[in-house]
């Protein structure tokens, strides 16, 4: 057991050997996220105003909900988080 340790390469280092850098990766990762929520968004609002629109609570709901993700979106991207 005289061999030197080797280090651990990235997960990135597996994508630059088949021709795609870590950006491109980490945009087409953010691209899937963002299509869920926005699919998961219409979903949600769609059944708030569909089965709730008699209630008071659910547009200051709808409203809420918007505003708190897409604050936590601008956080995570401007990477303050």
């Known amino acids: 057991m005289t061999e030197p340790l080797t280090p651990v390469s990235s997960p ?3 994508f630059g050997k ?3 850098s870590g950006h491109e990766v980490a945009l ?9 929520w ?5 979903v949600v609002i769609y059944h708030w105003v569909r089965y709730s629109h ?3 609570v659910a547009m200051p ?3 809420l909900y918007l505003v708190g ?8 991207l401007s ?3």
């Open 61 to 63: 709901a709808i409203a």
């Open 54 to 56: 008699a209630s008071k």
């Open 38 to 42: 926005a699919l998961y968004t219409l």
């Open 28 to 36: 087409v990762l953010f691209l899937v996220v963002a299509l869920f």
């Open 79 to 81: 990477g303050l988080a």
């Open 18 to 20: 088949l021709g795609i």
């Open 69 to 76: 993700s897409c604050v936590f979106i601008v956080l995570a």
């Open 12 to 14: 990135f280092a597996l």
